[in-house]
Nanobody, 123 residues
Framework: QVQLAESGGGLVQTGGSLRLSCAPS????????RAWFRQAPGKEREFVAT????????VYADSVKGRFTISRDNAKNTVYLQMNSLKPDDTAVYYC????????????????WGQGTQVTVSS
């Protein structure tokens, strides 16, 4: 069973930056697609970005293109989300997820999920 743990969330002002991290525990298998989703208050969870363990298969949601960067460190089995130029609309709980389908934005394609980390962007 894969357990994912996100970290790095917090409160930041508009225009600021944060870097989220996600690492597994209880599992060492590395050949997964990794992704980030987010859920804002009163809204459905939405796709943010995905990356294959090889570093390919990168897809971003249009709303974050040019501002967010997804990356991975296979030695640490960790996926990152560098978030720059943050806006109040980016306020949400951010979830990492693992799956096996490359370059998919579909929530149902991801098998393992973390508990989420809160990101709040003040105006």
């Amino acid at each position: 069973q894969v357990q994912l743990a996100e970290s790095g969330g917090g409160l930041v002002q508009t225009g600021g930056s944060l870097r989220l991290s996600c690492a597994p525990s209880g599992h060492t298998h590395r050949n997964y697609v990794r992704a980030w989703f987010r859920q804002a208050p009163g809204k459905e969870r939405e796709f943010v970005a995905t990356i294959h363990w090889s570093g390919g298969g990168i897809v971003y949601a249009d709303s974050v293109k040019g501002r967010f960067t997804i990356s991975r460190d296979n030695a640490k089995n960790t996926v990152y989300l560098q978030m720059n130029s943050l806006k109040p609309d980016d306020t949400a709980v951010y979830y990492c997820a693992w799956g096996v389908v490359v370059a998919t934005t579909r929530e149902a394609a991801y098998t393992y999920w973390g508990q989420g980390t809160q990101v709040t962007v003040s105006s």
